[in-house]
Nanobody, 114 residues
């Protein structure tokens, strides 16, 4: 129900864009966002967008990452610029179908390395 794309490998300072499309209900603007999980670390919030457009970012990505919604396609994009090695990890898209029902994507790998 959540399909992620756009992961890959890039050198430090480079950019990647992740996309997450949902097929749960294309007429609803669900709260959505991204978490990431690095090896040996807990999953942490990267960015989120509320149903009315409110944005939130993890402290480590503020000013470098931008989350946006393509409402006609029910897709959320995560533009990642000025990438650092510490941004490497598996990025998971999520969608809050209700306050108690969070859905997750399968995850995409992002590797930042020289």
């Amino acid at each position: 129900q959540l399909v992620e794309s756009g992961g890959g490998s890039v050198q430090p300072g480079g950019s990647l864009r992740l996309s997450c499309s949902n097929s749960i209900n294309i007429f609803n603007l669900y709260p959505m966002g991204w978490y990431r999980e690095a090896r040996g670390k807990q999953r942490e919030l990267v960015a989120s967008i509320g149903s009315h457009g409110a944005l939130d970012y993890g402290d480590s990505v503020k000013g470098r990452f931008t989350i946006s919604r393509v409402s006609t396609k029910n897709t959320v994009n995560l533009q990642m610029d000025s990438l650092k090695p510490e941004d490497s990890g598996v990025y998971y898209c999520y969608l809050d179908a209700t306050s108690f029902d969070r859905r997750w994507g399968q995850g995409v790998q992002v590797t930042v390395s020289s």
